[in-house]
């Protein structure tokens, strides 16, 4: 389900955030009313609590209590390697409904726990034992994202011995998070050891980020501390673009409204250095920069990273070993890179934008959905799409295309749909 806007009436999406290919504006999924709904009860008090309250608040009931709010989730399930998300109802990688809630409990339940750390640091490191393989995936993401050092071991041991490739990557990304100098040996074992591709190439990205010192920053931390729900999904086609302003991967602030001022804007979320697709729609953007500059139109890359990730995306730190790259990147990004990639800390901006920070699990880890929305010279919002799986949003051919003709409509052929959507095949 993506924005859909005209060119003559760009106001008539302003008050629904999507809505099915060719169906009524006024659609709403029923079986997400029913999510929201229960997330809205009890527990979100919780979720909501400021750090000042939190702290004085008994850690063990409280760290107790986000656990079995996320045991009581129903996730949607992996492939067989638990790698990627399955859509539950279609067996294919991604998720077909664009008002799925996982990613709210997700992300707001390591809000929680890192707003209750570093006083909780014990009961949130029992999380990582736990029988329920997304609570062991959210403690560890918290440790991680706290710099908790007193659960290196603890993380240590998951990255050695746990069943889910997902935990297991999130094990070596929290260890570089928190600089663990001690996990350097392990990490480097688990790095020519670890049976999945994906666990060893964060162990690869851990080992780096530990040596250069460039773990978890404050920003990072408190963006998490500051998520706010009712700030989610805020922004709507035919609407005002929410102003904000993101770092680039060198510290330099970029606000939307003051690039506005020149002309059409195109925001593009990503994953991660390690997608293809990501590589492939930067190759397209280096060699488009001619038309995209003759049509007026700025581009800025976004991912919900913290720096240091972010900085691998674009050539500026180690240069992993990929397994779909036979040449190297690394100089051509350097040199060729015209537009900011920012750092969008906690995926704050993105979830105030709908891309859903931590939708689905992409290569064994939580990612948004790849997304892309384009703001016109007056500052409205004049398309927003959102994907359903990795490779589901236009090229950056078709999106230049539809700012040139002000004609927004796209759909990806390989579309996910719901199976209750009576023009799904």
């Given amino acids: 389900m993506s924005f859909r806007t005209s060119r003559t009436d760009p106001d008539t999406a302003a008050e629904i955030k999507r809505r099915p290919v060719a169906a009524a504006l006024t659609h709403t999924d029923s079986r997400h009313r029913r999510l929201r709904s229960r997330w809205r009860g009890a527990l979100v008090i919780l979720f909501l609590l400021p750090h000042a309250v939190t702290q004085g608040a ?29 859509d539950r109802l279609l067996g294919k990688h991604g998720i077909a409904n664009t008002d799925d809630g996982d990613w709210r409990i997700r992300l707001l339940a390591i809000s929680a726990l890192v707003r209750l750390l570093p006083e909780a640091a014990d009961d949130v490191t029992q999380g990582l034992i736990d029988k329920n393989l997304h609570v062991r995936q959210i403690a560890a993401a918290a440790l991680g994202i706290a710099r908790q050092t007193t659960a290196a071991g603890n993380l240590e041991q998951i990255l050695k011995t746990d069943d889910s490739s997902l935990v297991r990557s999130q094990a070596a990304m929290s260890l570089g998070q928190m600089e663990s100098v001690s996990s350097l040996d392990l990490l480097r074992t688990r790095r020519m050891a670890d049976p999945s591709r994906d666990v060893r190439h964060q162990c690869e990205l851990a080992i780096d980020q530990i040596e250069k010192k460039r773990g978890a920053t404050d920003e990072h931390v408190t963006a998490f501390r500051n998520l706010n729900p009712s700030d989610f999904e805020s922004v709507r086609v035919g609407g005002k673009a929410a102003d904000f302003v993101l770092k680039d991967t060198e510290g330099v602030p970029w606000r939307l409204s003051e690039a506005n001022q020149n002309g059409w804007i195109v925001l593009i979320w990503i994953f991660a250095d390690w997608c293809p697709v990501c590589h492939a729609e930067f190759r397209d953007l280096i060699a488009s920069r001619k038309e995209y500059r003759d049509a007026g139109v700025q581009i800025a890359t976004i991912e919900c990273h913290d720096t240091y990730r972010s900085r691998v995306m674009i050539g500026k730190e180690v240069e992993p ?41 992409v290569h064994a880890e939580y990612v948004n959905r790849p997304s892309t929305v384009i703001v016109d010279p007056q500052g409205v919002v004049r398309f927003a799409y959102y994907g359903t799986f990795w490779g589901d949003r ?8 539809m700012i040139k003709h002000e004609q927004f409509e796209f759909e990806h052929p390989d579309r996910r749909k719901l199976v209750d959507n009576p023009e799904a095949p």
């Fill in 321 to 361: 070993e990929y397994w779909f790259a036979k040449q190297s990147f690394k100089d051509k990004y350097r040199a060729g890179i015209w537009w900011p990639h920012l750092v969008d800390h906690a995926g704050a901006v993105g979830a105030r934008y709908g891309v859903d920070p931590m939708s689905f699990a």
């Fill in 58 to 86: 008994d850690s063990e009931a409280t760290v107790a209590a986000v656990f079995t709010r996320i045991r009581q989730q129903t996730f949607h399930p992996f492939n067989a390697e638990g790698t990627f998300t399955n």
């Fill in 394 to 401: 236009p090229t950056i051919h078709e999106t230049l295309e």
